[in-house]
């Protein structure tokens, strides 16, 4: 809301936001919860630390071609999972909100990471 009230009349706002329905989305709300449970013990961080993120490790150093280091790894395990409230919305969600807040979307980019992206116009 605060965007697009000091968005200008005609002025233009990109919106990037998790999908809906993607891998993503799947992987925070499932596996992602008992992760975010098992952290908040220092026996549950002990845990994931010997499992689930050298398994991340060595599946983002081999992505990487080796240029991934342990401690980048980490915090990307951290921001995809540990991240306390992550939010996922549709395509229709995300065109509801256009129509109230008086914006017309200009294009719309499916698939860019995890995120879909929006860019619409103030009227």
Do not use: C
């Amino acid at each position: 809301q605060e965007d697009i009230r000091v968005l200008r009349q005609g002025g233009v706002l990109y919106l990037g936001v998790y999908r809906k329905g993607g891998y993503y989305h799947y992987l925070y709300r499932y596996p992602g919860a008992v992760i975010r449970w098992l952290e908040r013990f220092s026996s549950g961080r002990l845990l994931l630390h010997l499992t689930l993120v050298p398994i991340y490790f060595l599946a983002h150093l081999l992505k990487s071609k080796g240029r991934r280091t342990w401690r980048g790894a980490v915090n990307l395990f951290y921001d995809y999972f540990i991240t306390p409230q992550a939010e996922f919305y549709s395509e229709a969600d995300i065109e509801q909100w256009f129509s109230m807040a008086g914006l017309e979307r200009m294009a719309y980019f499916p698939k860019v990471g995890n995120v879909h992206a929006f860019v619409a116009r103030k009227r």
